[in-house]
């Protein structure tokens, strides 16, 4: 069985390469909540805007920086390239889990600008 680290990445790596029933169905539990600002409540419709992300995005590249656990609290910082070369985002995504399954779910993100006074980059 997989820590609770190594299923959000997984979790996340599914949904980028277009395997969201998969995901949804081996990580996440539908009676759980997420706190994305742009869709309502439930998963199950997180999980269809995830889908429609796919059709809109199907080419999309995700690598992960960092990940971070501490009990059930689970937190994987990333770079999410939408169209490689145009369209880039850091992403920090915190699950929350329970008996192996998601059960609540933040995320977080900010586009990277070409012109960004910070030469450090943000990752």
Known sequence: MLDNKQAAVDFLQ????GNIDAAYEKYV??????????????????????????VQFPNKVFTTKNVIGD????????????????????VVHIFRFKDGKIVEMWDVGQKLESNSPNTDGIF
Do not use: C, T, W
């Not at 599914?14 to 390469?17: E, L, P, T």
């Open 14 to 17: 599914m949904v980028v390469a």
């Open 29 to 54: 539990d539908m009676n759980g909540k997420h706190h994305n600002a742009y869709y309502a409540p439930g998963f199950d419709v997180l999980k269809q805007g995830m889908k429609d992300n796919h």
């Open 71 to 90: 009990g059930d609290l689970v937190a994987v910082h990333s770079r999410m390239s939408l169209k490689p070369g145009e369209i880039e985002v850091a």
